[in-house]
């Protein structure tokens, strides 16, 4: 993290769930998404979901800015009761027109790359068009079921999940309903290959 951080800086970044830097959402969409976020958290109470489009320069490297992001992101519309730890985040650079997920180690049992591939690979199609908007809505309905399906096996059969949280004081079954605090994630990459969902002009 201290080579992201002599990058990007180190100190936090103030932002929001939405946090359209390019303008590519209209007024509408925008609040639109902002109801699809509430409706996330009312889903899983200690998650949060958040996107960022953005114009990266050629030196940037996406997964590692998305990382980085959702480490320093300082969110003025999520409570302080969801720390990042318990964050998605995606980010779309709408100059190489690709995208990558970031998430925190709260989510390690539940989602792993190739999940998060996955589901880019659904909104691939709407991000080639450059509809955002319709490529947000996949994404965070296709996460949504995801996530309940995993809660859902950890109820049935905790102990492969157990066994990933490692000394973790939280049950598996319980961790989509609890969160422990802190606000840092592990320092290791969790996003999607961005070279996987590059999406060509």
Known sequence: MRDLDSQYGAGEVRMRRLSDVAGVLRMRE??????WFDQFEASFP???????YGALDELSNIRQFGIWLLNHGAYEDIDISRPNDGGILLVVDVNSKTATMAFGYLLDVYLTEEDTFKILSKAHPYLLQGNHYKALGVVISKLSSLLRKRAAQARRNPEPFER???NSQLGAGNILQKIR???HMHDRPTATDPEQVKVHR
């Open 30 to 35: 925008r609040r639109k998404a902002d109801k």
């Open 164 to 166: 990933q949280l490692g």
């Open 46 to 52: 200690q998650l949060f979901f958040s996107v960022y």
């Open 181 to 183: 605090s802190g606000h």
